[in-house]
């Protein structure tokens, strides 16, 4: 059973989506484990050996745990992570020293060890930069996904 080169180009492209499509889930997953690991409470299951299974929101008997006001921590961690995701970015886009898209950033950042969660990185992180792309923030948006270093006052 013999395919033909059409046939077998085919079939490799749909494996490479699949692959691609993989990948992203692993992303995702190892994000929420690392993300779950970093807020749950670190003494539970560290002493017996036992692997916590680490949800992103805390599970009732943790919420019991912790003082009322403290509901606030998962979010100042988010948002920590945020910052320092869009810090990163900057970094790339003054490196590249020309306007990058969302994937080129995305690509960027996991060189440099981190990811951005959601199922589609590239959308999500392209979400966070124009958020952060208007006439205060520190990104420009050029086009589709593409994107400059806001120029401050004094550069123009």
Do not use: C
């Not at 749950?40 to 019991?64: E, I, K, L």
């Not at 930069?129 to 589709?144: A, V």
């Amino acid at each position: 059973m013999l395919l033909t080169e059409a046939e077998a180009e085919a079939r490799l492209s749909d494996l490479y989506r699949e692959r691609s499509r993989i990948e992203r889930v692993i992303a995702d997953l190892t994000l929420f484990l690392d993300i779950g690991r970093r807020i749950s409470v670190p003494a539970r299951g560290a002493v017996d050996g036992r692997r916590d299974p680490a949800p992103v929101a805390p599970s009732p008997d943790t919420a019991s745990e912790e003082p009322a006001g403290e509901s606030g921590g998962d979010r100042s961690q988010a948002r920590r992570e945020g910052r320092l995701l869009m810090e990163a970015a900057s970094e790339i886009l003054e490196e590249a020293g020309r306007p990058l898209h969302a994937a080129e950033i995305l690509e960027g950042l996991t060189l440099r060890g981190l990811s951005v969660p959601g199922i589609d990185p590239v959308a999500a992180l392209n979400t966070r930069l124009w958020k952060r792309s208007g006439p205060d923030g520190p990104f420009q948006r050029l086009g589709d996904a593409v994107y400059a270093l806001a120029s401050g006052p004094d550069d123009a």
